[in-house]
């Protein structure tokens, strides 16, 4: 039975993409809508001017390209009608639990609720409008709100949760395309219709045909480069540092983290909060600052490719991080709130990890003549992977602009005692 289309819309990225009237359904809802008013890259304004653009285009760009990977003859011709539809709206709302600012508000989920913005996707999805509005055309809520997070497990259907979930996944894949095109900090093509024209079911896994592993390295490569110039970028993460520390000290009078129900969750958005932020007494100076462009300041930096034990400890343990926090403000005679240590494991930075490149292998295989796949281990395939997935981290210490320098001595004092061999800039 031919799909109900309702019509297209023009995206920068992507072109034109097409949605059924389903589609349109839920694209029209409230807790879609809102997306509009949440910015995809919160901070990083301050550094790319166009950086400006929202979740609610990178959700539809992630339905677009889930929808190409379902229509790939490799995966169509073991995926159901039904499945293809669950799939497309599965991703068009897995970002649809984001709170203010995007990642930055994860900060207060975890600390406060132990909650990330996926348990909250889910959650929305199926409690909110959304649950009401799916069982009606016939979808079972609870089915799209796992998937729409990777999490459905669906027995031997795990290439179902990969597409939007996992180390090559359309949402990595259009994020990635989409930050670069908004900022301009374009380091590297990357082909992402070469990626999912090569992707094929294994078993029951995704896994990408050694025939596109130049596309496959390039993608690697574009996420580590957008990591460093976009995500991480020092001015950036100052502006993210200052809408975190905002919210955490106007929590108490605001209730940011006080919703009990989907729809009091959704009335937060970057419109509601911000002004909510610029009249709390907690937080009014920070978001003064801001306004007036009075940034927080790095007074040093550091990139680590190699593991220590107090390396360890400052990107994976926070109570370490204060201690080292209290002798760095201790030293350079200053309040201890006016240092800030900054890691990559914060949760503001998107697909925040320890290890930058994760140490999972990325399946991949190759054909023999006959047809036959056989699987392949990336690493032995390629030297690229195989230096880029070892440990980098980067490490950053903010202060305010008055404190800068003697900040800078303390820390280099305290952190004096990490081996100079870790040290290696880019």
């Known amino acids: 039975m031919p799909k109900a289309y309702w019509g297209e819309i023009k995206d920068p990225v992507h072109g034109y ?17 809102r997306l509009r008013r949440l910015r995809q890259l919160a901070g990083s304004e301050y550094v790319y001017p166009g950086a400006n653009h929202t979740r609610f285009e990178h959700c539809l760009g992630v339905m677009y390209l889930a929808g190409q990977v379902l229509v790939n003859p490799n995966i169509s011709r073991v995926v159901s009608d039904e499945e293809v539809d669950v799939c497309r709206i599965s991703a068009l709302l897995h970002d649809v639990g984001h709170g203010p600012f995007s ?12 909650k990330t913005h996926e348990d909250i996707t889910s959650w929305i999805i199926e409690k909110s409008e959304l649950g009401d509005n799916l069982s009606k055309m016939g979808f079972d809520a609870k089915e799209v709100a796992g998937l729409a997070v990777g999490k459905l497990h669906q027995k031997g259907r795990a290439f179902l949760d990969q597409i939007i979930s996992s180390a090559v996944d359309v949402d990595k894949q259009d994020f990635i395309v ?15 219709y070469r990626l999912i024209h090569a992707l094929d079911v294994l078993g029951e896994n995704l896994a990408v045909e050694l025939g596109a592993l130049s596309a496959l390295e390039a993608f690697m490569i574009a996420r ?76 040093y930096e550091r990139t680590f490719y190699e593991k220590d034990t ?71 395939s390629s030297k690229i992977f195989e230096t880029l997935k070892g440990f980098m981290n980067i490490l950053r210490v903010y202060t305010d602009g008055a404190n800068r320098a003697q900040v800078e001595k303390a820390t ?13 800039s880019f």
């Not at 240092?339 to 490149?357: E, G, K, N």
């Open 17 to 33: 993409v097409y949605i059924t009237e389903q589609e349109k359904n839920i694209i029209d809802s409230y807790p879609m809508q």
């Open 103 to 114: 990642h930055v508000f994860e900060h207060l989920l975890i600390s406060e609720l132990e």
């Open 178 to 192: 989409r930050d670069t095109y908004h900022t301009g900090a374009e380091y590297g093509f990357i082909d992402v």
């Open 224 to 299: 580590i480069e957008s990591f460093k110039s976009i995500y991480f970028h020092r001015v950036g993460r100052a502006a993210q540092i200052m809408l975190a520390t905002a919210m955490e000290k106007a929590n108490d009078e605001l209730g940011l983290t006080a919703f009990k129900s989907p729809e009091e969750y959704l009335a937060l958005d970057d419109y509601t909060v911000w002004s909510s932020l610029k009249k709390c007494k907690g937080s009014k100076g920070i978001i003064d600052d801001l306004e007036h462009r009075r940034m927080l300041k790095c007074a």
């Open 310 to 380: 107090m390396i360890s400890n400052l990107f994976g343990r926070e109570s370490y991080r204060h201690q080292i926090q209290s002798e760095i403000a201790k030293e350079a005679h200053v309040n201890v709130d006016a240092v800030i240590i900054d890691v990559p494991t914060v949760p503001s930075v998107p697909y925040h990890h320890a290890v930058l490149m994760e140490s999972m292998e990325i399946p991949v295989f190759t054909k023999s003549q006959a047809g036959e796949k056989m699987l392949q281990r990336l690493s032995e």
């Open 412 to 424: 280099a004092k305290i952190l004096g005692k990490i081996p100079s061999a870790a040290k290696i």
